[in-house]
């Protein structure tokens, strides 16, 4: 299932895209009515569920559920300037949840964008993967996509691909800049709960 927070015409392969087309997302929010009453007990008090996506994350046959919430720094609740955690909720035999991993890391801070607003503009989720895709910026922008797969052999989910595009919002076609990494070329084993985006390359064992 893909929540994508820009126009369908945006596409990650940001060298073709209409960089022009690029929107703030909206958020954040999820209807408070529509969120399970199995997962509510993993929301801590005044924190905002930013996005909530159920699939079969761990590849058992059963919905699992990704869940970033953010939660505020003293008086900036309203304001919406917490920081933002992302957490996976493993479907039991039984039925119920239990956490399963958490990283706060993997979401960037509702005002980390700059003055494009808040960076957080993909949630994407499908069999055994998730990611997430941010964008943000002034004259300079940036793109920043991170994907993890899950791991039968490890029973985990692990960082599979970054993406990150850079241009001038003047000239986007002729300063665009994109890079790929992928393991085990650029790094090895990550747990997402040990991602750390401004330290993964060369990280983690092939």
Same mark, same amino acid.
């Given at each position: ?6 126009? *369908?015409?945006? !596409?990650?392969?940001?060298?073709? @895209?209409? /960089?022009? @087309? =690029?929107?703030? =997302? @909206? ?14 007990? %993993? /929301?801590?008090?005044? @924190? ?6 159920? *699939? ?13 919430? +953010?939660? *505020?720094?003293? +008086?900036?609740?309203? *304001?919406?300037?917490?920081?933002? $955690? ?16 958490? $990283?706060?890391?993997? !979401? ?6 700059? !003055? ?13 993967? %998730? ?6 910026? &002034?004259? #300079?922008? =940036?793109?920043?996509?991170? &994907? %993890? ?13 970054? +993406? $990150?595009?850079?241009?001038? $919002? ?7 800049? !994109? ?10 084993? /990550?747990? /997402?709960?040990? %991602?750390?985006?401004?330290?993964? #390359? ?5």
């Amino acid at each position: 299932m893909i929540r994508a927070m820009y126009p *369908a015409a945006i !596409v990650l392969s940001c060298a073709v @895209a209409p /960089i022009g @087309a =690029w929107a703030a =997302w @909206a958020g954040p929010g999820v209807d408070e009515a529509s969120i399970p009453s199995q997962v509510r007990p %993993f /929301i801590p008090p005044g @924190a905002i569920v930013v996005a909530l996506e159920q *699939a079969d994350l761990s590849l058992r046959g059963m919905d699992d559920v990704l869940l970033i919430l +953010e939660t *505020a720094n003293g +008086e900036a609740a309203d *304001a919406g300037q917490g920081t933002r $955690s992302l957490r996976l909720l493993l479907r039991q035999p039984d039925g119920s949840l239990r956490l399963a991993k958490t $990283s706060d890391t993997a !979401v960037m801070c509702r005002t980390c964008g700059g !003055v494009m607003g808040d960076p957080l503009q993909r949630v994407e989720v499908g069999p055994g993967r %998730f990611t997430i895709g941010h964008y943000g910026g &002034s004259t #300079l922008r =940036w793109t920043a996509t991170y &994907s %993890f797969g899950y791991s039968r052999r490890d029973q985990t989910w692990q960082l599979v691909k970054v +993406e $990150s595009a850079s241009f001038r $919002s003047t000239e986007p076609e002729r300063s665009m800049r !994109v890079r790929t990494y992928r393991p085990p070329r650029d790094f090895g084993k /990550i747990d /997402i709960a040990d %991602f750390d985006p401004d330290r993964f #390359l060369g990280v983690g064992a092939k």
